[in-house]
C-alpha cells in the first residue's frame, strides 16, 4: 500500500511569506500531508515530477463571473477550464439579482440554492460566492447567508444607484430589480456585514466588495464625450474617468468608518484610485481595508486592448495608470490580482461602443501573466506571485489555510510551473468559451505544466483530465 496519494517531487516549492524551498510534496486523500527534503516515488500510486519547475499553491481567482452572459452551467465549465490553463484551482464568482446572470429577483433562500446546485458537478475548480445585496428584503438575510450558506463576502456596486438617472427613468430599477439602491441601501448593507462580521469573523473574515465609480459624474463625462470625443477606448476611459472613482472611494469610506465595516476595494484602475485608497488608510487606519487590481489593467492600456474588444468597467486606462498599479504591487500596497473574468462573445461586443457588453476573460492569464511580466521583467519575487494569486485572497476571503498556502493539513491545491515555457496568448491558449481577447499577441513566459486540485491531477499539458468534480466550499472556514 503506498504511503501517498500523489508525490510531488524535485521541484522548486514556493510558499507565501518565506523564502522559495527545495523540496518534495506528499498528499493523501486531498491534503498535503508530507514536505521532505527527498520522498520515493514508490511511496505514491501517483507522481508528478516538477525537476526544474516551479511549485506554487493553487491560485485563488477571487473576482469571476460565472453566468453573467451566457447559461450559468454551461459558463461554469467551460470557464472554470480556463481557470485551470492558469493555475487558478479555486474561484470566487460575483452574483447578484437582476439582469444578467438567472434575470430574477426574490429572497436567496430560494434564489441561492438554485445557484450553487446549477454551479454543482459542472466547475472544474472549487468555487464560491460572494452575493450583490440589492434589495431591502435581501438585506435581511445577510447574517443567514454568512452563518448557514457559507458566504462571507458582499458587493455593492457604487455607480448603478445612478442608473436611473438615464432619459429612460425606469431603466435603473428595471436593471437591477430593486427598490432603493442608494448609499442609504449602502449603509445598511455595511451595517449588516460589519454585524455578521462580529459574529462569525473569528472563522474568518467577512467583508463588503465595493466597485467604486461615481453614478452622478459618469453621466456628465458621458454627455461630454458623446458630443465631442474623443472615441473609442480612449473615449470610454474619459467618460469614466479616474475621478469617478476617487470621489466613489471617498464616499464609501466614509460610511465604512461609521460602520466599521471591513471593505474591499474591488479593480483600482488607475493612479488616482490609488492614491484615494491609500489617503483612506492612512485617515482611517482603525478599518481593514484591502485592495485588489485586475490583470487587464495591469497588462493593457486603452491603445492595446483591441478596441471595443477591451470594454470593461472601470475602463482600461493610460500607460501612467499602468505604471501606477505596477509600482503599487511591487511596493506591496496592492494586497491582490485578480481576473474579473467575464466571458462573452466578440458578437456581444458589437461596434457601438456605449451598447457594447462590459468585460472579458483573463483567468488562464493569472500565474503566467503575474510570473511572465512581474518577476521576468519587473523583479517581483516568486513568494510576492503567490501572495496576490493565492495566499492574500484566500485570507481576504475566509479559505486561509485550507486554500491559499503549501502547508501540511492544507488541501492539496497546487500548480508545477515551468518558467522557461513561452507561449504567444490567443483565444486558443486560454482554454475558454471566448472567442476574442484583448490579450491576443502578448508573448508571456512561464506557464503550468500540471494543476493539481485536492491531489488530483486535473490539468496536464495543455489539456483538462477527467470531468469536472470542484465543490462548493464554505467560507469562512478558519481564523485569517
Not at 498535503?32 to 525537476?51: F, I, K, M, Q, S
Not at 438585506?139 to 447567508?145: A, F, N, P, Q
Not at 469614466?240 to 461609521?258: G, H, M, N, Y
Request: glycine share 10%.
Amino acid at each position: 500500500m503506498p504511503r501517498y496519494d500523489t508525490v510531488v517531487l524535485n521541484g522548486t516549492v514556493i510558499m507565501p511569506y518565506v523564502d522559495p524551498v527545495r523540496c518534495d510534496i506528499g498528499v493523501r486523500d486531498g491534503r498535503v500531508v508530507a514536505l521532505a527534503d527527498a520522498l520515493a516515488p514508490g511511496d505514491a500510486a501517483d507522481v508528478v515530477d516538477a525537476r526544474g519547475r516551479l511549485v506554487l499553491p493553487g491560485a485563488v481567482d477571487s473576482h469571476f463571473h460565472i453566468g453573467i452572459y451566457r447559461d450559468l452551467a454551461t459558463d461554469a465549465t467551460s470557464e472554470t477550464a480556463s481557470a485551470l490553463a492558469g493555475g487558478v484551482t479555486t474561484v470566487l464568482s460575483y452574483f447578484r439579482t437582476g439582469q444578467h446572470y438567472l434575470n430574477k429577483s426574490g429572497p436567496y433562500r430560494t434564489i441561492f440554492p438554485e445557484v450553487v446546485a446549477a454551479t454543482e458537478g459542472h466547475a472544474y475548480t472549487d468555487f464560491g460566492y460572494h452575493l450583490g445585496i440589492m434589495t431591502s428584503e435581501q438585506l435581511d438575510e445577510v447574517d443567514w447567508l454568512v452563518g448557514e450558506q457559507g458566504v462571507g463576502s458582499f458587493k455593492y456596486y457604487m455607480f448603478y444607484k445612478g442608473l436611473n438617472l438615464t432619459s429612460d427613468s425606469t431603466r435603473g430599477s428595471a436593471y437591477t430589480m430593486s427598490d432603493a439602491y442608494d448609499l442609504g441601501h449602502l449603509y445598511l448593507l455595511m451595517r449588516q456585514v460589519a454585524s455578521a462580521s462580529a459574529v462569525h469573523g473569528a472563522r474568518g473574515r467577512v467583508s463588503l466588495s465595493l466597485h467604486c465609480e461615481q453614478a452622478e459624474l459618469i453621466r456628465v463625462f458621458i454627455d461630454e464625450v458623446k458630443r465631442s470625443g474623443p472615441g473609442g477606448l480612449e473615449g470610454y476611459h474619459r467618460a469614466r474617468p479616474p475621478l469617478t472613482e476617487r470621489l466613489s472611494i471617498a464616499e464609501a469610506l466614509v460610511l465604512a468608518d461609521e460602520t466599521r465595516c471591513p471593505v474591499n476595494l474591488l479593480h483600482l484602475s488607475s493612479g488616482e484610485a490609488l492614491r484615494a485608497a491609500a489617503q483612506g488608510r492612512r485617515e482611517f487606519p482603525h478599518l481593514d481595508i484591502r485592495l485588489e487590481t485586475t490583470l487587464h489593467h495591469l497588462a493593457l492600456t486603452h491603445a492595446t486592448a483591441h478596441g471595443i474588444l477591451g470594454k470593461v468597467n472601470p475602463p482600461i486606462r493610460t500607460e501612467a495608470d499602468r505604471d501606477a498599479l505596477w509600482d503599487a504591487v511591487v511596493r506591496g500596497s496592492i494586497d491582490t490580482v485578480v481576473s474579473d473574468h467575464a466571458c462573452c462573445a466578440e458578437a456581444d461586443k458589437g461596434e457601438d461602443l456605449w451598447k457594447a457588453l462590459p468585460g472579458f476573460g483573463g483567468t488562464a492569464l493569472l500565474y503566467p501573466y503575474l510570473v511572465s511580466e512581474g518577476h521576468g521583467k519587473r523583479g517581483l519575487g516568486l513568494t510576492r506571485v503567490a501572495e496576490l494569486a493565492s495566499a492574500n485572497p484566500a485570507r481576504a476571503f475566509g479559505l486561509y489555510p485550507k486554500k491559499g498556502t503549501i502547508a501540511v493539513g492544507s488541501d492539496a491545491d497546487l500548480v508545477v510551473l515551468d518558467p522557461d515555457r513561452e507561449r504567444v496568448v490567443t483565444p486558443d491558449v486560454l482554454h475558454s468559451a471566448q472567442d476574442f481577447t484583448p490579450f491576443a499577441g502578448m508573448r508571456v513566459r512561464g506557464w503550468p505544466t500540471h494543476t493539481i486540485l485536492r491531489g488530483r491531477v486535473v490539468f496536464q499539458d495543455g489539456r483538462v483530465q477527467g470531468r469536472p468534480a470542484g465543490e462548493y466550499v464554505k467560507r469562512p472556514v478558519s481564523r485569517p
